[in-house]
């Protein structure tokens, strides 16, 4: 989906028209996604958005989508010794994506409890398409292989 093809249908589907003013910078600001992430973008803010989506509503979508993923400014590299684990392929860092639930304790109180539904390695998640379903979250875990050992060690260790 092109810049100009994504403007007429945000105006399309919220029948609403852009000022030429706000066409350009909206125009500025789309340049950076591909077509495919901007058809990603646009089926998200359909789900999202109840009235005309502002830039702000379209970089939201896209940092859900993970399409903004820029180091942050005390970004620094760690140098790690790369393992061969099969569980987080040498990275040290793990993605598991767990999903929240409530079960009926015999008491009658609602318990959270949480499953875990998948496992990677961190950086195998980002680039990858896949999406959180619903009560899903995503948790950041060293893994307990030797890669983990310089990793931050206030992020859980995953056992
Ligand atoms: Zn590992």
Same mark, same amino acid.
């Given at each position: 989906m092109d810049v100009n093809n994504f403007l007429s249908k945000i105006e399309g589907a919220w029948g609403k028209a852009l000022q030429i003013d706000q066409t350009q910078s909206y125009r !500025?600001?789309?340049f950076r996604f591909s077509g !495919?992430?901007? !058809?990603? @973008?646009?089926?998200?803010?359909?789900?999202?958005?109840?009235?005309?989506?502002? @830039?702000?509503? @379209?970089y939201d979508a896209a940092r859900?989508?993970? %399409?903004?993923?820029?180091?942050?400014?005390h970004f620094k590299p760690v140098e790690w010794q790369s393992t061969d684990c099969k569980l987080c392929h040498g990275e040290g860092r793990l993605a598991v994506v767990k999903q929240r639930s409530y079960i009926k304790a015999s008491n009658g109180d609602w318990k959270? !409890?949480?499953?875990?539904?998948? @496992?990677?390695? %961190?950086?195998? %998640?980002?680039?990858s398409r896949d999406r959180l379903g619903e009560s899903e979250y995503r948790f950041l875990y060293r893994c307990k292989c030797a890669a983990a050992e310089l990793w931050n060690k206030a992020i859980p260790q995953w056992v």
């Open positions: !500025e600001k789309l !495919e992430q901007r !058809e990603q @973008i646009f089926s998200r803010l359909l789900e999202t958005c109840k009235f005309l989506p502002k @830039i702000s509503d @379209i859900d989508l993970n %399409y903004l993923e820029t180091p942050s400014p959270p !409890e949480s499953r875990m539904v998948r @496992i990677s390695a %961190y950086s195998d %998640y980002n680039t």
